[in-house]
């Protein structure tokens, strides 16, 4: 994933939520820009998911990711992963998940 996926991953982010959190452009390029890991999942239809991970020493404001941080060294931190409703049911988060 780069800058040219934000617009795609956010609309397909807001179709998720509350599934995943919501979050504006501004917020998802800090994400992305903090992440060791992120990818996407294209198809003939366009995107078809994607994952955002984080490891240890990002500078990022969620709770979630924090209590990791306080508690562990080495870590990997799935902040969110999204599949696009017409693809559910197709084994697509499962190998996004298999991928981080």
């Known amino acids: ?3 040219a996926d934000l ?3 956010l ?3 807001e179709r998720s939520t509350p599934h995943v959190g919501p979050a504006d452009r501004e917020r998802l390029a800090a994400i992305l820009a903090e992440s060791s890991l992120a990818l996407t999942a294209r ?3 366009g995107l078809a998911g994607f994952v955002l991970v984080l490891g240890p020493g990002a500078a990022y404001d969620s709770p ?3 209590w ?3 508690r562990y060294d080495d870590f990997r931190y799935v902040d969110r992963i999204a599949v696009d409703p017409r693809r559910h049911r ?3 988060g499962r ?3 298999e991928a981080v």
């Open 1 to 3: 994933m780069d800058a």
């Open 7 to 9: 617009d795609e991953v």
């Open 11 to 13: 609309e397909l982010n």
């Open 43 to 45: 198809d003939v239809d």
């Open 64 to 66: 979630n990711y924090r």
């Open 68 to 70: 990791f941080a306080e």
């Open 90 to 92: 197709g084994g697509l």
């Open 95 to 97: 190998r996004l998940y």
